[in-house]
């Protein structure tokens, strides 16, 4: 069943590469543009901003379809486990940017339910 789009928020999140990573010189940061639905509060989309689309497969079949409600923790330790390149801070760094623009869509949402 699809999401309906009035359920549906385009979220970003960035995070500074280091400078000793090989993808400093190309993009001194990494983005994430990620797609919530807020009802299910799954990712459904996401895409990162880097120079190897292997890197940005590889993180969105790791995110599409994790369900935000259960906090980043899991999330973030399965990417710190798995992914071992010099920017894995920047990636995690802008997946707590969007995990926290969630978490102000969600307290807003239920503030206006109760209105």
Do not use: W
Not at 9 to 16: F, R
């Amino acid at each position: 069943m699809q999401p309906d789009l009035q359920d549906l928020y385009l979220i970003s999140g960035k995070g500074p590469v280091p400078k000793e990573s090989v993808l400093y010189e190309s993009i001194p940061e990494i983005g994430l543009m990620a797609v919530v639905d807020i009802r299910s509060n799954r990712l459904v989309r996401a895409e990162f901003k880097t120079v190897f689309s292997l890197y940005n497969e590889f993180l969105v079949e790791r995110m599409v379809g994790y369900d935000l409600s259960r906090g980043i923790d899991a999330l973030v330790r399965d990417i710190e486990e798995h992914v071992m390149v010099q920017s894995k801070k920047a990636v995690i760094r802008a997946i707590q940017q969007v995990y926290e623009k969630y978490v102000s869509l969600v307290k807003e949402s239920e503030r206006c339910d109760r209105e």
